[in-house]
């Protein structure tokens, strides 16, 4: 009986079941004779004994630990397999593929900007790739102490120095605090690098870091949505005649003609109630300004009739149109 019991075959393989894993070592100690051993596309296989690296099989298939492995192993290459002596080795798989992670800061990053004297806190989000790049440097430092190492065990460490990362690219060369997502690319490259040759310490590579979006204080982005009203604003006059231009050069007939002009009427008021709104401070300046207007016999800022700029005259100098 003694016999058939050592005779039995057992496997040793990594399954992957759990995704996100850098590196299983592989739980028994005790490999018996007539034990296979299992190599997955995407893993490599280690043999370690005492501690000691004894051989390294990265091409997948199905082994035979007795006449497969053992003769190609460095100290064990002798080893024979007895009733009672099992082989006491451990086996580290390697995953060898390229793991993709998502990240994002984990409190506001306060950097400093012109006319903000406390900073302006921002949020980064984005992914990083990693894989293992040096087996030795990984037994040495890590596969000792750990059954297992995953990407989320790689998101800490890389976690713990991003802030300090991010504020020294972000720094550089005086980028703009306000639109950083123009120069995301760069300041990911810079920070990929730095990533990079931190963790090869521990035999990991950072083969890739993107940066996918800034996140601004809601403050900030009214300010941004403000701006970009008022520059649209500011060309409704310019926008209206080349509307009217491209109508009448597509030969449209005089309904189309008619309706086209009911809406640039229409945008025109709109634009001129957004530059009164913004310029002016609402509804109530609105009221006041248009009573002394009409006090000092002050004209409109727009022709009602093309939407080019008045400069004071009492006749449009595009369309003629009387003004007051």
């Not at 920070?191 to 990079?196: K, R, T």
């Not at 008022?230 to 310019?238: A, L, N, P, T, W």
Request: glycine share 12%; hydrophobic share 40%.
């Amino acid at each position: 009986m003694g016999f058939f019991k050592n005779q039995f075959s057992s496997v040793i393989e990594w399954n992957e079941t759990r995704e996100g894993v850098l590196f299983y070592k592989f739980q028994s100690q005790e490999i018996k004779k007539g034990s296979r051993l299992i190599i997955r596309p995407g893993q490599d296989a280690i043999f370690l004994y005492n501690g000691r690296v004894e051989g390294i099989f990265e091409e997948d298939g199905d082994y035979d630990i007795e006449s497969d492995i053992i003769p190609f192993l460095t100290t064990l290459k002798s080893f024979k397999f007895g009733f009672s002596t099992p082989l006491r080795a451990e086996v580290l798989f390697i995953n060898t593929k390229e793991l993709l992670v998502k990240w994002g800061t984990k409190n506001a990053i306060n950097l400093q900007a012109p006319g903000l004297p406390g900073g302006m806190p921002i949020r980064a989000f984005g992914t990083f790739n990693c894989k293992i790049v040096e087996h030795d440097v990984v037994i040495e430092k890590l596969a000792g102490i750990r059954q297992t190492y995953t990407v989320e065990d790689v998101k800490e460490r890389i976690i713990a120095s991003l802030d300090q990362l991010l504020m020294g690219w972000i720094s550089r060369e005086g980028r703009d605090m306000f639109n950083l997502q123009a120069d995301a690319r760069n300041i990911a490259k810079g920070i990929e690098s730095d990533l990079d040759m931190d963790m090869r310490k521990i035999g990991i590579g950072i083969t890739d870091f993107v940066i996918e979006s800034f996140s601004y204080p809601e403050e900030i982005k009214k300010m941004q949505e403000k701006a970009a009203a008022q520059s649209m604003v500011g060309d409704v006059g310019r926008y209206t005649q080349m509307a009217a231009a491209d109508s009448m050069g597509k030969g449209g007939g005089g309904s189309h003609m008619a309706a086209d002009m009911v809406g640039l009427q229409m945008g025109m008021a709109m634009g001129q109630q957004m530059v009164n709104q913004m310029n002016l401070g609402g509804n109530a300046g609105n009221g006041q300004t248009q009573q002394a207007a009409a006090g000092t016999g002050a004209g409109p800022k727009f022709c009602p009739n093309c939407g080019t700029p008045t400069t004071g005259s009492k006749f449009c100098g595009n369309c003629g149109n009387q003004l007051y």
